[in-house]
Nanobody, 130 residues
Framework: RLVESGGGLVQAGDSVRLSCVASGRMFGDDALAWFRQFPGNERDFVAVISWNGVGTYYTDSVKGRFTISRDNAKNTVDLQITFLKPEDTARYYC?????????????????????????WGQGTQVTVSS
């Protein structure tokens, strides 16, 4: 089970740190990702990180403002978001896959589809006011 936290109502230009912790399982070799869902839309890929944190990949629209990180000892994956914009308003989900992907596969965007991931959290809402 994955549980996200850290969302809320924030102002444009602020920063927020989302966190996801796994309970009842260890992330181990899992690649981990963050997706977001805008109202009425499908979940969109945001960022992914390889099992050891070496490989990362971001969707173009968030590069430079979003940073994904993980702590395998704590079984957590975080998403730091800076310079928040109203268009970042969405529900953010963390996801994990038990399939192994190398650092290189992750770094070139080889895993970024929702169907690549088997475990999902319930999401945390981020609302950015202008």
């Amino acid at each position: 089970r994955l549980v996200e936290s850290g969302g809320g109502l924030v102002q444009a230009g602020d920063s927020v740190r989302l966190s996801c912790v796994a309970s009842g399982r260890m992330f181990g070799d899992d690649a981990l990702a963050w997706f977001r869902q805008f109202p009425g839309n499908e979940r969109d890929f945001v960022a992914v990180i390889s099992w050891n944190g070496v490989g990362t990949y971001y969707t173009d629209s968030v590069k430079g403002r979003f940073t994904i990180s993980r702590d395998n000892a704590k079984n957590t994956v975080d998403l730091q978001i800076t310079f928040l914009k109203p268009e970042d308003t969405a529900r953010y989900y963390c996801a994990a896959t038990s399939n192994y992907y190398s650092d290189d596969e992750v770094s070139i965007g080889g895993i970024r589809e929702a169907e690549d991931f088997q475990s999902w959290g319930q999401g945390t809402q981020v609302t950015v006011s202008s």
